[in-house]
Every structure is written in C-alpha cells, then in structure tokens.
C-alpha cells in the first residue's frame, strides 16, 4: 500500500467525498477537513463530521467508511454533495456519480483514489478545550463535530 501525495492540499484544496454506508444503503458528503497520518502503529485517516449531518448516522452505524478523491471537473458535483443533505436529495442515484462496492463500504466508479478506512475511534471535539475565537467561529450556533479515525486498510487507484 503506496501513496503518495501532498496531504495538505489533499483535503483542503482538492476535497473530498467522505462515504458510509453499503450498497443497499449509503450517503456521502463533501469534506475538506482531514488528516492522514500514524496511530497506534496503522496508517490511518482522520475526518470531522458534524452531529447534524444525514452522513453521521451512517458513519455511527457501520464498522467502515471509504473517502474518495476526485479528478478537478467533479468540483461541481461535490460543491452540491457539500451543500445539499441526502435527507433531501437522492445522493444514492445523483447523475454523473455511479456507486460501487469498495471494501464493505462503498466508493465511486468516477473517483481517482478511494480509501478504505475501518473506524477505529471517535469523539466529540469539546470546545472548552480550544482556543475561544475558534469555538466562537465555529461552535457557537453549529452543532459540534465528531472525530473519526479509521484505519487505512485498502487504497483503490
Ligand atoms: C468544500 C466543503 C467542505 C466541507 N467539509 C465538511 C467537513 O469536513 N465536515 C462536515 O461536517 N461538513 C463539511 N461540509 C458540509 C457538508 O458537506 C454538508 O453539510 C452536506 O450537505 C452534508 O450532507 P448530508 O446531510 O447528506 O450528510 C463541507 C462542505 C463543503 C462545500
């Protein structure tokens, strides 16, 4: 298992499609916050999920989540998969995407890089532990963030 990649811009530049769920029921959201990196001696991905996304319901319930990176004219695609729930719209069947099996989750035929990722922690970030101005910006009507981290166990390229 080999990547490489800037993993600066890989999140934050780039973005992502954070999945979960399996075939016969998943959703996706974009994500643009992340790490990869080592715990525990694994290779692993780390993401934030808000506690009021449809997509957390999906990442709580099953034992995988996969992200997938995309080529730069899927931007559009995931601009709507980032502001747009699945509560509302039909992310399971959204033209231009065709869904597909990836480890136990699931991933995207159209993606360039998948990561197969089994959850191996999660936590609410507390924001009496941050510094005031960030949990002002970001907490103060949002609902909080959930921590997931998984380890890398497969990368589809
Ligand atoms: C570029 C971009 C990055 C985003 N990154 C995150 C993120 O890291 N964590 C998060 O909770 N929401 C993030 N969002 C917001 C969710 O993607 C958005 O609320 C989405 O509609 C949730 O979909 P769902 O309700 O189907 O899960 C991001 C949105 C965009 C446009």
């Known amino acids: 298992m080999e990547l490489k990649t800037d993993i600066f811009s890989k999140f934050d530049k ?16 974009t994500v643009s916050w992340g790490g990869l990196g080592t715990l525990w ?22 034992e995988y989540f996969t992200l997938s990176f995309f080529p730069e004219d899927y931007k559009k695609v995931l601009g709507v998969f980032g502001s747009k729930s699945g509560r509302d719209i039909d992310k399971m069947n959204y033209e231009g995407l065709s869904a597909c099996p990836a ?14 990722c089994k959850k191996l922690y999660k936590q609410q970030l507390d924001s009496s532990k ?24 497969e990368i589809i390229q």
Not at 14 to 29: H, I, Q, R, V, Y
Not at 41 to 61: C, I, L, Q
């Open 14 to 29: 780039e973005w992502a499609l954070l999945n979960a769920g399996n075939m016969d029921k998943f959703n996706s959201m």
């Open 41 to 62: 001696g694994k290779p692993v991905a780390t993401v934030y999920v808000r506690t009021s996304r449809y997509t957390h319901e999906f990442m709580d319930n099953g």
């Open 103 to 116: 480890g136990e989750s699931i991933t995207y035929k159209e993606a360039v890089m998948t990561l197969v």
């Open 130 to 153: 941050m510094p005031k101005e960030i949990a002002d910006t970001y907490y103060s009507s949002d609902a909080p963030h959930d921590m997931y981290i998984g380890e890398v166990v």
